[in-house]
């Protein structure tokens, strides 16, 4: 079973702290996603990163893909209550239908 | 711009009962994908469809069936309901699978 594990699973910070989460697998993945699932709701992606070594911005938030294509970093600066969610990795294989795996998550509580 | 529509939002079931979840999307997406979501466990991948007339089991396809008569419309149907299949089911479609997926807001389905 190819694994992709989330650190850390729970994470309680006070607004304008910054923040890192990780994704890590001894898998090599064709692409990495990260998504954003706030309660009662579906993930929504927020990043696609494709190319070993890249990294994405999104407005307060940084994504790393590792060189090796194995791991990947999300890191928010000065985090707001709007940030609170759980955040998802998930990594595509390559060949066949492009099968994903999900991590299990990091759930974030941004305290105001 | 409706995306991935699923309905219902909730339901509940007797044990034994059959229900039909549906999905829609309207993004001309030729990939669908029904994953279940549990508590520490993250997203699990029931069935999916590379396109309409094409399906094929995922991770977890027991108790479950699908259908893909078009290119918008991915039902899945439970025949006799199990208190494990109590769950959120989420619905998702994608381009292609390397560049990430759009969900649907789920349907949280409990049965007694």
């Known amino acids: 079973t190819q694994l992709l594990e989330q650190s850390p699973q729970f994470l309680s910070i006070q607004e304008g702290e910054n923040l890192t989460v990780y994704c890590n697998s001894s898998s090599v993945f064709s692409s990495l996603q990260w998504y954003r699932q706030e309660p009662g709701e579906g993930p929504v992606l927020l990043v696609t990163?494709?190319?070993?070594?890249e990294v994405k911005k999104l407005k307060r938030l940084t994504f790393q893909f590792g060189d090796a294509r194995k791991d990947s970093s999300l890191h928010i600066t000065a985090a707001q209550p709007g940030d609170t969610g759980l955040y998802l990795c998930a990594g595509t294989h390559s060949g066949g239908y492009q099968k994903v795996t999900f991590g299990i998550g990091t759930k974030l509580q941004v305290i105001p | 711009n409706a995306g991935v529509t699923q309905t219902p939002k909730f339901r509940i079931l007797k044990i034994g009962q059959s229900m039909t979840l549906q999905c829609t999307q309207d993004?001309?997406?030729?990939?669908m994908y029904w994953y279940r979501q549990d508590p520490g466990m993250g997203l699990k991948l029931i069935y999916y469809?590379?396109?309409?007339?094409?399906?094929d089991k995922g991770e977890v396809p027991n108790g479950y069936n699908v259908s893909r008569s078009t290119t918008e419309d991915f039902p899945l149907r439970l025949e006799l309901a199990a208190p494990s299949q109590t769950s959120v089911y989420f619905c998702?479609?994608?381009?292609?699978?390397?560049?990430?997926?759009?969900f649907g807001s789920g349907t949280r389905l409990t049965v007694v």
């Open positions: 998702a479609s994608s381009l292609q699978g390397l560049l990430g997926y759009t």
């Open positions: 469809s590379v396109g309409a007339g094409i399906t």
């Open positions: 990163v494709v190319t070993g070594g």
């Open positions: 993004m001309n997406h030729n990939y």
